[in-house]
């Protein structure tokens, strides 16, 4: 069992209110979710070419008494880069102008236990071990602020209980994915990724639902193009909600397995895996309430 | 009539079944639940001719192994509304999730709206009455009773078939193995008009076909193949 909540806000004064909307979704999904937590938001996008890293080093020797500010002296001192970095415990962003492939392999090289959680112009991604209300204060979830963003609470079944094996999961920039359920195939899928060079941080199963569906975004896929190939592709159980730039993205398998619930009010999207986790929003008694049906796709802009 | 009120958002949802469950025999008084807020098992085990208006969206299970009580769910019902019902009624005004109705042995369900995949699902001799469609795979292996599907339904309806019997107004998108449509005699006439006026639904029996088992897999058949 896993809970997962997506808000997308309409009206653009509630982007500021986006993290205090959710926090009561997420915390409402703790009985399906109560081992970890983690969300991506999405908010207006860097200048240029400047991309951001959502770090974590939690599972580095010195946990939340990271050095950061050793991190961005070093990267100065080997690159020349300059980064600027927001530390919020054992959680940082880094932004720079420089290719983001170029700043991973130097990370990866010179602090391979840190762990890179997301890259893009748009997304922050937090997540980690405990309740989502321990997760959600750790960050500071309720004051974030954004257009829309995507939200997980997990209770393990396919892979350990770890920080990286969390959710959501990303892969290229600007890309995320939660999952509630179970995939019968992601070894194949693996398999039929990793000759491309597609590389897997982790054993989960929803790890390859979510570089296969980046996969085909890269490729050239439009997002529902995208989705149908991932009907065909991915076997098994499950509810996806996905986050891109400009869009929140749903869908259920053919049998429905994992449920999912929608209220739209003229003001915003919110999504998740029960009502209990919509029922505090403004308005939400007025909201056109529905249940997505089976291998449907459910796509909302921002 | 007595008629109390439990607020959900102040108080617990056990009190609430611990009151219900507590009344004494034969009470016929009427409670009303605000605020369910998507809490699951309102009004689950009921075995007093209460009524029960839940007002708002119900979680899993509402009105589950219901007897005698009538629980009407103001709003949509989450997986598993009555299911398992023994008697009385249950009667959501908006959708309902998976699995309604699910191995309800008497009573009556009415859903005013859609139900979802697997509605009546192992069905052992309650009503069901659905205003709206109703996803795949309903009334599987379902053994006794009768469902009504006011509009179309999804994949493979009435797979496996015993002795259960639908009526359907709309179009199935498949019909499971077994499961087959029949000539609507008079007795089944007469039936669906009496579940159509129950359920306070307004449409014409003669509009609906019957769909039922074809019986073919009551016994094994070694030379099928597999192939059904």
Redesign the interface.
């Known amino acids: 069992m896993c809970g997962i909540v997506g808000l997308l806000v309409k009206t653009p004064a509630l982007k500021q209110q986006l993290g205090q909307l959710m926090v009561p979704m997420l915390i409402g999904m703790t009985e399906r979710g109560p081992d970890s937590a983690g969300l991506a938001v999405f908010g207006e996008p860097l200048e240029g070419s400047a991309r951001k890293l959502s770090l974590y080093s939690g599972l580095t020797d010195d946990g939340a008494d990271f050095n950061w500010h050793g991190l961005t002296h070093a990267l100065k001192e080997h690159l020349s880069v300059d980064a600027q970095i927001e530390v919020k415990h054992n959680h940082a962003v880094l932004t720079f102008d420089v290719s983001p492939d170029m700043i991973k392999k130097w990370l990866r090289e010179h602090h391979p236990r840190l762990h890179i959680l997301s890259t893009g112009q748009t997304i922050d991604l937090y997540k980690d071990i405990g309740t989502p209300t321990q997760v959600a204060e750790r960050y500071g979830f309720a004051s974030l602020t954004g257009s829309h963003l995507v939200g997980h609470t997990r209770m393990a079944t396919e892979s350990a209980v770890t920080p990286d094996r969390a959710h959501p999961f990303t892969a290229g920039e600007d890309f995320c994915l939660v999952h509630n359920g179970s995939l019968s195939n992601p070894y194949g899928v693996r398999r039929k990724l990793e000759p491309f060079g597609i590389h897997f941080d982790t054993d989960n199963d929803t790890e390859a639902a979510c570089r296969f569906l980046e996969w085909r975004l890269r490729e050239g896929d439009d997002l529902e193009t995208a989705l149908q190939k991932g009907f065909e592709e991915l076997d098994g159980f499950y509810t996806f909600l996905m986050g891109t730039p400009d869009k929140l993205a749903l869908i259920r398998d053919p049998f429905a397995c994992k449920p999912a619930v929608v209220a739209e009010t003229d003001d915003y999207v919110a999504i998740a895996s029960e009502f209990r986790s919509l029922a505090h929003l403004p308005g939400v008694k007025h909201a056109k309430v529905f249940e997505p049906a089976p291998e449907e796709m459910y796509v909302w802009n921002a | 009539m007595e008629r109390v009120t439990f607020d959900l958002a102040s108080t617990p949802l056990r009190e609430v079944n611990g009151y219900l469950h507590r009344l004494p025999g034969g009470d016929q008084s009427h409670v009303d639940v605000k605020?369910p807020?998507?809490?699951?098992n309102i009004a689950v085990g009921l075995d007093q001719p209460v009524t029960v208006e839940i007002h708002?969206?119900a979680?899993?299970y509402a009105g589950g192994m219901n007897k005698q009580a009538s629980v009407i769910v103001h709003g949509?019902a989450?997986?598993g509304v009555a299911e398992n019902m023994m008697s009385g009624k249950v009667h959501v005004k908006?959708?309902a999730?998976?699995g309604a109705g699910a191995t309800a042995h008497g009573g009556l369900l009415v859903i005013d709206g859609d139900a979802?995949?697997r509605c009546g699902i192992s069905l052992k001799g309650g009503d069901i009455v659905v205003g709206g469609s109703v996803?795949?795979?309903s009334a599987f292996m379902a053994q006794a009773g009768r469902m009504v599907i006011c509009g179309d339904a999804g994949d493979a309806l009435g797979d496996s078939l015993y002795e259960a019997v639908i009526y359907l107004r709309g179009e199935a998108k498949s019909l499971g193995a077994d499961a087959r449509f029949e000539p609507m005699t008079d007795a089944d006439l007469k039936t669906l008009g009496d579940l159509l006026a129950a359920a306070g639904m307004d449409h014409d029996p003669k509009s609906f076909k019957r769909i039922a088992s074809s019986r073919s897999l009551y016994h094994w058949n070694a030379d099928a193949n597999q192939e059904y």
């Open positions: 605020n807020d998507g809490a699951h708002g969206h979680g899993y949509s989450g997986t908006g959708f999730s998976n979802g995949l996803g795949s795979f």
